[in-house]
């Protein structure tokens, strides 16, 4: 997900997509210890996706102070 389409998306729907991203990783993770992924990157860009929508987040909360 790029940076501009997190940013179109509500606070609400933002936490919401984060909490459901965030337990896809820890799946994915707990999948990938069991049995190798064909893709490992995938976990590498999912994290890197989490990390981008917890900046705009925390962003989000430093103006509306």
Known sequence: MKTAEIRE???????ERIEAEVANYNQMV?????????????IKQLRRTIARMKTILRERELNNK
């Open 9 to 15: 998306l509500s606070t609400a729907d933002l936490v």
């Open 30 to 42: 707990l999948n990938h210890s069991i049995s190798p992924l064909d893709n490992p990157a995938q």
